[in-house]
């Protein structure tokens, strides 16, 4: 048992008005600049704006960063949170700019980084029945700010594929597959993450729905059926549609097939630069 002397002894002092001491400030002798510190992982409550001028409440995983001069041994994370904690509304392509300016006044940085990914939920019917449920979105926005100025939109998006070999060998049925088509798109002007998600549930065999009848599930199989589509088809007919698009900028788009028959996935990926 500790002397109750001993204890005090050992604990450091506390005098009203003592300076605490600024250890991330202090310099630091090795003379390597730091790309990107910050936190990770971030668990926030958000606001997403929707196409029909709606807000969603959701919660967004953020990654928080800006650049570290080689003179400086650390960064302040707790700024970080404090300056996320001044923009939990609405988070979208007005208001990202807005941290990032404050990150990078906030931690004399030169460059800040912003990354959320969050799920979007939309309401969606059943192509013959109309029943309707919610289907859910893995959403998000990449920006940067600074020395480089960047906003990316960021969408996963599942679909069903069905394959045009199985399809022309086989003497009746086809084999088809979950596909999941990820992007991340320059926006140019407003891009509504709706509109990148229907631009690619469009490029598939068939789309995915929250709940289907047997009516429903007789039109989906038929129209995977007529529609099949390889990886490279999926990839292209995003490109397509993006190409389109007037407030799409340079993109990259990935599409990977979960196989139903092979034991291996599917791959295409395809990156574009616009004028």
């Known amino acids: 048992m500790v002397a109750k002397d001993a204890i005090e002894e050992m604990t450091p002092s506390k005098t009203e008005g003592t300076p605490l001491v600024d250890i991330q400030s202090s310099p630091d002798g090795r003379n390597i600049p730091i790309d990107k510190v910050g936190v990770r992982n971030v668990k926030y409550p958000i606001k997403v704006l929707e196409r029909n001028n709606g807000v969603q ?20 994370m707790s700024r970080f ?11 979208g392509g007005d208001t990202i700019p807005r941290i990032l300016a404050k990150l990078r006044d906030k931690l004399d940085a030169e460059t800040a980084h912003l990354e959320v990914k969050f ?29 480089i100025d960047e906003f990316l939109v960021y ?29 991340k ?8 993450l709706e509109d990148v998600i229907d631009m690619i549930e469009s490029a598939g065999s068939a789309q995915l729905y929250p709940v289907l009848k047997r009516p429903d599930e007789k039109f989906v199989t038929e129209q995977a059926y007529q529609n099949p589509r390889f990886v490279e088809d999926m990839v292209r007919e995003v490109a397509l ?15 990977e097939n979960h196989e139903s028959i092979h034991d291996h996935n599917a791959y295409a990926f395809v990156r574009r630069q616009k004028p």
């Not at 949170?81 to 988070?91: D, K, P, R």
């Not at 069905?162 to 060998?169: N, R």
């Not at 798109?185 to 509504?192: D, K, Y």
Request: proline share 4%; net charge negative; with cysteine.
């Open 57 to 76: 409440q959701t919660y967004g995983v953020f990654s928080l960063t800006v650049d570290l001069p080689r003179e400086f041994k650390g960064t302040h």
């Open 81 to 91: 949170l404090e300056v996320l904690g001044e923009y939990n509304h609405e988070i």
């Open 119 to 147: 799920n979007l939920f939309r309401e969606k019917a059943a192509p013959v029945t109309g029943k309707v449920g919610m289907m859910g979105y893995e959403c998000g926005f990449i920006a940067t700010g600074g020395a």
């Open 155 to 183: 969408a996963q998006v599942p679909v069903t594929t069905l394959c045009p070999c199985s399809k022309e060998i086989s003497a009746f049925g086809a084999h088809n597959q979950r596909g999941y088509v990820t992007v």
């Open 185 to 192: 798109v320059e926006a140019r002007g407003m891009l509504w």
């Open 241 to 255: 549609a993006f190409d389109k698009h007037p407030n799409v900028g340079n993109y990259e788009v990935e599409v």
